[in-house]
């Protein structure tokens, strides 16, 4: 559905939040402490981890969820992950529901694992010309190739109603879609997320014609501000939202023409959503960049060879390898490495890791045998010529 014009401008919001965090102790069993009425469940392990919790509030809604014991024997067992459920994300007392969780348990928030910044407009007919010319690639987004199409049918005709950008290296992912259809899959009366639509209609908004431009944002904690050179602190992704995001958009989500110019620079900006973002956002790279990128480059060359058959076939090299990505993994910046370049969530990463853990490098001996050849052996040593 479209709108001859917006009732609103964007509304910009967080949709994910997931906190890296590292518990004063290893998890030994000691309750937490939540708000009164709130309670803790105990939940199965996950690939990656061997403890998950959910926090819950009075109401039994989820608040987050806590993930600690990392699987992987060589990682640090204090290191923790903190998801804040996506309604909190969306609530005016958001602070306050991470403190509660930040506080339930002795830990300190040391990065960003991920966060996810979305704009909400709706789709007039002047913003639906420029998404044609995405999808025949008449216009293109600078610096990102164009990922998969997704399609819904209208009648006799196809239309499209979700578009990707971003490949396994780039650190902002982009996502335009139909949030309104996305909400309503499979044809429900209800939202699966009401309080998203709660939101449109008090800002004015014609619900069923809402699409987003949402940016999924990893290695967070590599992103300054170019005004203080500073890291962003964590809970600035949300009280800075509108701040961040539209720096983000104006410097990332830059659309062109195609006109064929060998020098791309000279195809012309096509204007989509009314943000003026300024070049605001940058990589904050530490003084020993050099040898992180280094570092960086090692692990994803080692990641080639242990899962390079050859390799696999040969116990002692491939869990000598396994020991030494291990190693390495215990720092996030080359698990964010791997995911990146191998499209991998981090489970997979650690999964696959551990499957050589338990692997021997000295080979079996039958001792047995062993005694019985050294006794031939100093038999025969012994008889007289």
């Not at 910044?117 to 002047?126: G, N, V, Y």
């Not at 001792?367 to 038999?379: G, P, S, Y």
Request: with cysteine; hydrophobic share 40%; aromatic share 10%.
């Amino acid at each position: 559905m479209l709108v001859d014009a917006p009732h609103c401008p964007p509304i910009v919001s967080v949709d994910w939040l997931a906190l890296s965090c590292c518990l004063a102790h290893p998890y030994d069993g000691a309750p937490f402490e939540v708000p009164n009425g709130w309670s803790v469940l105990t939940m199965g392990e996950t690939p990656a981890w061997l403890k998950r919790f959910f926090i819950m509030d009075e109401l039994g809604n989820k608040v987050a969820t806590i993930l600690t014991e990392p699987r992987m024997a060589s990682m640090d067992r204090r290191r923790a992950l903190v998801e804040i459920a996506n309604r909190w994300l969306y609530h005016p007392a958001l602070e306050s529901y991470v403190d509660a969780v930040l506080t339930s348990y002795p830990m300190a928030v040391d990065g960003v694992n991920r966060v996810d910044l979305c704009a909400d407009f709706e789709m007039s007919r002047s913003l639906w010309e420029v998404v044609a010319c995405m999808v025949d690639s008449s216009v293109y987004l600078k610096g990102l190739r164009r990922g998969n199409i997704w399609w819904s049918a209208d009648g006799s005709k196809r239309i499209p109603h979700q578009l990707a950008w971003g490949g396994r290296d780039s650190t902002f992912k982009w996502k335009l879609y139909n949030k309104w259809k996305e909400l309503h899959e499979g044809g429900t009366a209800d939202p699966s997320k009401p309080y998203i639509e709660d939101m449109w209609r008090e800002a004015g908004m014609d619900a069923k014609s809402v699409w987003r431009l949402e940016v999924s944002v990893t290695s967070c904690n590599q992103l300054a501000s170019t005004e203080d050179d500073d890291k962003i602190f964590f809970m600035d992704w949300y009280r800075k939202r509108l701040e961040l995001y539209t720096r983000i958009y104006g410097d990332k989500f830059v659309l062109r023409e195609r006109q064929g110019h060998k020098d791309k620079r000279n195809d012309p900006i096509v204007h989509f959503l009314d943000f003026e973002g300024a070049k605001a956002v940058k990589h904050a790279k530490p003084k020993g960049a050099r040898e992180s990128d280094c570092e960086k480059r090692v692990v994803v060359k080692m990641w080639k060879e242990y899962n390079d058959g050859e390799v696999r076939a040969n116990d002692f090299l491939w869990r000598e390898i396994g020991s030494f990505l291990r190693n390495m993994c215990q720092f996030e910046r080359n698990v964010y490495a791997l995911c990146r370049r191998f499209n991998l969530s981090e489970s997979e990463v650690f999964e696959a890791l551990a499957e050589s853990e338990g692997v021997s490098t000295v080979p079996e001996v039958d001792m047995a045998a062993l005694m019985a050849h050294v006794a031939a052996r100093l038999d025969n040593a012994s008889s007289p010529c």
